[in-house]
Nanobody, 123 residues
Framework: QVQLVESGGGLVQAGGSLRLSCAAS???????MGWFRQAPGKEREFVAT????????YYADSVKGRFTISRDIAKNTVYLQMNSLKPEDTAVYFC?????????????????WGQGTQVTVSS
């Protein structure tokens, strides 16, 4: 079992930045860790992943060039640096971990979820 705890959400103006953190504990083996988000009335969608082996990163087209996923292996922590935030980035952001081989997994492929952290971008 893997436990994921997010932190770092909040309210920011458009164009601003936030950094989310996700600390993993328990049986921390997974083939990837990443972030999804869910806006009101919408389905949970993929944002970014980082592979356990090699650290390759993958992004949704909507955040590419603005968001950066990174990790601290020693701390079992994954980060999501979000720059140039837009109102449409407003959502609950969920940390995720899984065992699959997909680089851009769907929400159905995720094995472990965090509790979520709210990000609100005002215009």
């Amino acid at each position: 079992q893997v436990q994921l705890v997010e932190s770092g959400g909040g309210l920011v103006q458009a164009g601003g930045s936030l950094r989310l953190s996700c600390a993993a504990s328990g049986r921390t083996f997974s083939s990837y860790m990443g972030w999804f988000r869910q806006a009101p009335g919408k389905e949970r969608e993929f944002v970014a992943t980082i592979r356990r082996n090699g650290g390759s990163t993958y992004y949704a087209d909507s955040v590419k060039g603005r968001f950066t996923i990174s990790r601290d292996i020693a701390k079992n922590t994954v980060y999501l640096q979000m720059n140039s935030l837009k109102p449409e980035d407003t959502a609950v952001y969920f940390c995720a971990a899984g065992l699959g081989a997909s680089n851009k997994p769907s929400r159905y492929d995720v094995h472990y979820w965090g509790q979520g952290t709210q990000v609100t971008v005002s215009s």
